[in-house]
Structure formats: structure tokens, C-alpha cells
T-cell receptor
Framework: AQSVTQLGSHVSVSEGALVLLRCNYSSSVPPYLFWYVQYPNQGLQLLLKYTSAATLVKGINGFEAEFKKSETSFHLTKPSAHMSDAAEYFCAVTPNTGFQKLVFGTGTRLLVSP | GAVVSQHPSWVICKSGTSVKIECRSLDFQATTMFWYRQFPKQSLMLMATSNEGSKATYEQGVEKDKFLINHASLTLSTLTVTSAHPEDSSFYIC????????????FGPGTRLTVL
């Protein structure tokens, strides 16, 4: 079975500061991992994904995440926050044994102050 | 990139009526589509897996007779909320993985349902 834990329902940063959103996973088989962003009243947009290739994954809008098997983590980072980054972020996992349903974390709301 | 649309984007209905929500993959085919429900400030909860040409697979606790799913073609799945009640008010989101890519899903923009 797979599960995802996102630490911190809210993260507040100042514009220009480092963004760090935490995600830890549990999986009985090697996982695929995803980060999605959701703006108010919209669907989910894929930021980046890990599919057992490079452990450091670069995504859109300057975000990146590093898969650390020893820590069962897939934290999302961005060196410099922008006001437009304010949104809800979801980490998700699925087993890599063929396509199966995604399991989402509870989400982290990123707040960016001027 | 692949595009998934949903219609309507929002709907208000009276209690006891039925509401149909469409999910379309616009530029790719999908034998499987997923329906999620999202309550305010909460995560997405998978309701059911829609399978083209066969019955949907429902998650535990989801009423099959209340949430009717039809996947009539490789580009269209519909979710019908029957005899809607105020507690069915929610944000419903669909997603679809392209046939060519099993490790990614594309999400629709969501449908906001309000039952009065």
C-alpha cells in the first residue's frame, strides 16, 4: 500500500525566500512520485514527477524535488518565491508496477508575502 | 500538453434532482478516467475509476447507485449525481492517463456542485 504525508498544512514565506514543502512517502514497491499545484477553483497542474530516473527532478516554474530513498522523502523546493507561487500543493504517489491510482497527501497551502 | 475538459464548470441544483458532469480528453484517448471529490481545504479523494466499455470501479464507501459513471468512448466519461442532497456539494475533478503514458494523469479544471 502507498501513502503520503505532507508536513505542514500551511507554509508562509516572503517573496524572494526559499520555498521548501515537505513530502514523505510510504510504499511497498518502488514508487512514482508527483507534485501538483492547484490554484483556487481549478484542477491540478503537474509540477514535476519522479519515475525512477534521475533523483533530482526539475519541474516547471523553477521548482525541483529530490527523491531520497533512505529518507523516503520527495521534498519540493524553489530558490526564490514569487507572489504567483501562492497556491495549494499536493504530493502524490503511485506504485511503478504499471499504472494504478494516485494517492494524494493532504496538501500544503503556500502563502507568499511581499 | 494533454488537455482534459469538464462541463459544466459550476452547477447549482435543487435537492432531489440529478446532475451530470462530463469529462473529456480533448487530444488523447483514455481507456481509464478517474473521478475525485474535494471538500473545501481538503485533499482529493478518489471516488471511482471509470473504464471504457465496462463497469466503473468504486472506492470503498462510495455509493454506486448515487454516483453513476459511464465511460462510453475513449474520450468521454460522465458522472451523474442522482437525487442530490446538500452534503453532495463539493468540487468534483476528473483525470485521465493517456494510453501512451501510464505514469501520468492529466486533470480537468473541476466542477463546483452546489445543492440547495
Amino acid at each position: 500500500a502507498q501513502s503520503v504525508t505532507q508536513l505542514g498544512s500551511h507554509v508562509s514565506v516572503s517573496e524572494g525566500a526559499l520555498v521548501l514543502l515537505r513530502c514523505n512517502y510510504s510504499s511497498s514497491v518502488p514508487p512514482y512520485l508527483f507534485w501538483y499545484v492547484q490554484y483556487p477553483n481549478q484542477g491540478l497542474q503537474l509540477l514535476l514527477k519522479y519515475t525512477s530516473a534521475a533523483t533530482l527532478v526539475k519541474g516547471i516554474n523553477g521548482f525541483e524535488a529530490e527523491f531520497k530513498k533512505s529518507e523516503t522523502s520527495f521534498h519540493l523546493t524553489k530558490p526564490s518565491a514569487h507572489m504567483s507561487d501562492a497556491a495549494e500543493y499536493f504530493c502524490a504517489v503511485t506504485p511503478n508496477t504499471g499504472f494504478q491510482k494516485l494517492v494524494f497527501g493532504t496538501g500544503t497551502r503556500l502563502l507568499v508575502s511581499p | 500538453g494533454a488537455v482534459v475538459s469538464q462541463h459544466p464548470s459550476w452547477v447549482i441544483c435543487k435537492s432531489g434532482t440529478s446532475v451530470k458532469i462530463e469529462c473529456r480528453s480533448l487530444d488523447f484517448q483514455a481507456t481509464t478516467m478517474f473521478w475525485y471529490r474535494q471538500f473545501p481545504k481538503q485533499s482529493l479523494m478518489l471516488m471511482a475509476t471509470s473504464n471504457e466499455g465496462s463497469k466503473a470501479t468504486y472506492e470503498q464507501g462510495v455509493e454506486k447507485d448515487k454516483f453513476l459513471i459511464n465511460h462510453a468512448s475513449l474520450t468521454l466519461s460522465t458522472l451523474t449525481v442522482t437525487s442530490a442532497h446538500p452534503e453532495d456539494s463539493s468540487f468534483y475533478i476528473c483525470s485521465a492517463p493517456p494510453l501512451s503514458s501510464y505514469n501520468e494523469q492529466f486533470f480537468g479544471p473541476g466542477t463546483r456542485l452546489t445543492v440547495l
